[in-house]
T-cell receptor
Framework: NAGVTQTPKFQVLKTGQSMTLQCAQD?????MSWYRQDPGMGLRLIHY???????DQGEVPNGYNVSRSTTEDFPLRLLSAAPSQTSVYFC????????????FGDGTRLSIL | AQKITQTQPGMFVQEKEAVTLDCTYD???????LFWYKQPSSGEMIFLIY??????QNATEGRYSLNFQKARKSANLVISASQLGDSAMYFC?????????????FGQGTTLQVKP
């Protein structure tokens, strides 16, 4: 079972470059989210989506864009990478049922030089 | 505003002993869910246990149980008979049902080290 698939697993960028982190899920989940994890700060929500065509900002959205053209895919775009965006990024998905956990991808470790 | 607080940055426990990881939360919603995740050094997020705000009994899953005290807004994770493989970071998270978004708010995490 694939679950939530994130690519790439590692990436190094130069300041000012742009890139897209890919996320795909095969569980037909309505909800998808992007988090970043920084030491001592837990996971913070960047953007989320409640269905195809519907996205909204989370706690730390600046510098990131998302789109959700299909149920399966939820890419995260860094518009102009900054060193402050060095982090581990997680994509997650869940069904609409309140008692169901979010399923996480394996994460993308991103370094901005 | 919704918030999760984990006040123990690091914990040690002797193998085979029980350990409690603290989690307090703040929300104005009456309906919410509380989740615990484990993150080993390999980095993946592993779901452990869930407690609903209207659940009358504390949740249990194998060696994991939740000490849920709704009036105190706490949802502490209890790991019984600790094993070396329990060494990891543990996160408490909350989902407000009324938001209908599926998004989770996470605490800062607690690093647990199990000593042989």
């Amino acid at each position: 079972n694939a679950g939530v698939t994130q690519t790439p697993k590692f990436q190094v960028l130069k300041t000012g470059q742009s890139m897209t982190l890919q996320c795909a899920q095969d569980m037909n989940h309505e909800y998808m989210s992007w988090y970043r994890q920084d030491p001592g700060m837990g996971l913070r929500l960047i953007h989320y989506s409640v269905g195809a065509g519907i996205t909204d900002q989370g706690e730390v959205p600046n510098g990131y864009n998302v789109s959700r053209s299909t149920t399966e895919d939820f890419p995260l775009r860094l518009l102009s990478a900054a060193p402050s965006q060095t982090s581990v990024y997680f994509c997650a998905s869940s069904s609409g049922k309140a008692n169901q956990p979010q399923h996480f991808g394996d994460g993308t470790r991103l370094s901005i030089l | 505003a919704q918030k999760i607080t984990q006040t123990q940055p690091g914990m040690f426990v002797q193998e085979k002993e029980a350990v409690t990881l603290d989690c307090t939360y703040d929300t104005s919603d009456q309906s919410y869910g509380l989740f615990w995740y484990k993150q080993p050094s390999s980095g993946e997020m592993i779901f452990l246990i869930y407690q609903g705000s209207y659940d009358e009994q504390n949740a249990t899953e194998g060696r994991y149980s939740l000490n849920f005290q709704k009036a105190r807004k706490s949802a502490n994770l209890v790991i019984s008979a600790s094993q070396l493989g329990d060494s990891a970071m543990y996160f408490c998270a909350m989902r407000e049902v009324s938001s209908n978004t599926g998004k989770l708010i996470f605490g800062q995490g607690t690093t647990l080290q199990v000593k042989p």
